[in-house]
């Protein structure tokens, strides 16, 4: 668990993981305003909930195909 804190994106997958980020954080929660809601709280555990999601799907090679 210690080696998602110290993960360094790879050059080639930032784009890619800025523009799901956006799109989990900032889009999807536009388009149902009365259901997601969010606090500063809750965008923190939801950006935190993606960052290691992204980080299991990155080292398990998902997004390699």
Not at 5 to 16: A, D, I, Q, V
Request: proline content about 5%; hydrophobic content about 45%.
């Amino acid at each position: 668990m210690m080696n998602w804190l110290f993960y360094t994106l790879p050059e080639n997958k930032r784009s890619h993981y800025f523009i799901c980020l956006w799109i989990s954080l900032v889009f999807i929660p536009s388009l149902f305003p009365d259901k997601y809601s969010f606090n500063i709280t809750q965008s923190a555990l939801n950006f935190i909930c993606y960052d290691i999601l992204y980080y299991f799907l990155l080292t398990k090679g998902y997004f390699d195909r």
